[in-house]
């Protein structure tokens, strides 16, 4: 397996545009995470999915995030409008029920 | 939310000496799990404790979980450039079902070995 695969792996985009971050997790997993990464807050959790159900979205920042998992081998994470204090390394991740996660390798979002 | 104390925040070394670092809590955690993270790259999952006082080891790494499952250590013995990194430690709630809201991350310790 290529592992969880993210894609872009950066993304420079200006205030005000939709960004639109993309994730395909192991296959067999049932578990797919959506992580914000930020030398200030660390890693947090913005939503969590189990069978491609969304299970916990209370991490998201605001009205401004949304996450889909429309099959077991697909997720987006959106954010519109996009705002400078959104800049931040994300991070997806999957697992197999709860035992540790396999991250991808990230998007680095810069928002101008 | 519990939270995780990881000690020190940052730390370089010289190639070949040995290392110690902490993660902290007042609370209980069922497991816990630390990972690797390079520059660039996602955390990497390195080993997962669950045993009041349990002890693991990889290679030139030894972890260890607190008899009171509060608390982790990881110690390297002779530290190498390879080793470089930035490293998590992560516990799980007891009683989350082991969800992932039941899994907090510390902030992590920036580890540099010099050659």
């Known amino acids: 397996d290529a592992g969880v695969i993210q894609s872009p792996r950066h993304e420079v985009t200006e205030m005000g545009q939709e960004v639109t971050l993309r994730c395909k997790p192991i296959?067999?997993?049932?578990?797919l995470f959506w992580y914000r990464q930020t030398m200030m807050r660390g890693l947090e959790l913005l939503i969590y999915?189990?069978?491609?159900?969304?299970?916990?979205d209370s991490g998201m920042p605001e009205d401004r995030f949304s996450a889909k998992m429309p099959n077991a081998s697909f997720s987006t994470l959106k954010i519109q409008p996009s705002e400078p204090r959104d800049s931040a390394v994300y991070f997806c991740?999957?697992?197999?029920?709860?035992?540790?996660?396999?991250f991808g390798s990230g998007t680095r979002l810069t928002v101008v | 939310t519990q939270l995780l104390e990881q000690s020190p925040q940052f730390l370089s070394i010289q190639e070949g000496e040995n290392l110690t670092v902490y993660c902290n809590s007042s609370?209980?955690?069922?497991?816990l799990q630390w990972y690797r993270q390079e520059p660039g790259e996602g955390p990497v999952l390195l080993v997962t404790?669950?045993?009041?006082?349990e002890v693991k080891k990889l290679k030139r790494l030894t972890f260890q979980f607190g008899d009171a499952r509060k608390d982790s250590s990881l110690h390297i013995t002779a530290a190498q450039p390879g080793d470089t990194g930035l490293y998590l430690c992560?516990?799980?709630?007891?009683?989350?079902?082991?969800?992932?809201?039941?899994?907090?991350f510390g902030k992590g310790t920036h580890l540099i070995i010099q050659p």
């Open positions: 999915f189990n069978n491609n159900v969304p299970i916990d």
């Open positions: 404790v669950v045993t009041g006082g």
């Open positions: 992560a516990g799980m709630e007891p009683g989350s079902g082991g969800g992932a809201d039941g899994l907090t």
């Open positions: 991740a999957s697992s197999f029920r709860h035992y540790g996660y396999t």
């Open positions: 609370s209980v955690f069922s497991s």
């Open positions: 296959s067999g997993h049932d578990y």
